[in-house]
T-cell receptor
Framework: GQQVMQIPQYQHVQEGEDFTTYCNSSTTLSNIQWYKQRPGGHPVFLIQLVKSGEVKKQKRLTFQFGEAKKNSSLHITATQTTDVGTYFCAGPKAAGNKLTFGGGTRVLVKP | DAGITQSPRYKITETGRQVTLMCHQTWSHSYMFWYRQDLGHGLRLIYYSAAADITDKGEVPDGYVVSRSKTENFPLTLESATRSQTSVYFC????????????FGDGTRLSIL
């Protein structure tokens, strides 16, 4: 079946530094979605990418969808303590299919 | 998200007991989902529903039962709870499957002793 892997599982970041987390699917995805879950909270939708090679920005967050639509990345610039949480990517194998979630990258920020 | 509510927020029960987790959404979304979240496994889909009276298995359905008699409600029942079902359970809804964002409830933290 379809598998979605995220690396790294854990990311310790010094406040103010940049980092990138990666999402890789075993199959081509029709779109990729990113969610953020704060500690003790529930996943909250951040963004959806649909086109091959698409790049979208949300303030300090930059999301990219790979050319082959099998991978994606999230880059955070100048990390802040508010960025703490677990970031999940998720995607369906085809339009109309269920989402498969990656295992998440848990981000810890050192002040 | 005030539009999707789960109850109870916390539940402790014993092995062998039946327990039902409730999920209610006010958006009239067609699709509803149940996930469990365990350390090291991310979010795993238990069951989902495309509409009232239409349900289907997800990745980890064994030991769970769902029903959807009304569009807004999607209860999840553990018929005979086991310790391995200790987890955080999230309900979610979306307008369509796969290409629309899912909106999650606050979760139910279930402990089975």
């Amino acid at each position: 079946g379809q598998q979605v892997m995220q690396i790294p599982q854990y990311q310790h970041v010094q406040e103010g530094e940049d980092f990138t987390t990666y999402c890789n699917s075993s199959t081509t995805l029709s779109n990729i979605q990113w969610y953020k879950q704060r500690p003790g909270g529930h996943p909250v939708f951040l963004i959806q990418l649909v086109k091959s090679g698409e790049v979208k920005k949300q303030k300090r967050l930059t999301f990219q969808f790979g050319e082959a639509k099998k991978n994606s990345s999230l880059h955070i610039t100048a990390t802040q303590t508010t960025d703490v949480g677990t970031y999940f990517c998720a995607g369906p194998k085809a339009a109309g299919n269920k989402l498969t979630f990656g295992g998440g990258t848990r981000v810890l920020v050192k002040p | 998200d005030a539009g999707i509510t789960q109850s109870p927020r916390y539940k402790i029960t014993e092995t062998g007991r039946q327990v039902t987790l409730m999920c209610h959404q006010t958006w009239s979304h067609s699709y509803m989902f149940w996930y469990r979240q365990d350390l090291g496994h991310g979010l795993r889909l238990i069951y989902y529903s495309a509409a009232a009276d239409i349900t289907d298995k997800g990745e980890v359905p064994d030991g769970y039962v769902v029903s959807r008699s009304k569009t807004e409600n999607f209860p999840l029942t553990l018929e005979s709870a086991t310790r391995s079902q200790t987890s955080v359970y999230f309900c979610a809804s979306s307008d369509r499957v796969g290409d629309q964002p899912q909106h999650f409830g606050d979760g139910t933290r279930l402990s089975i002793l």
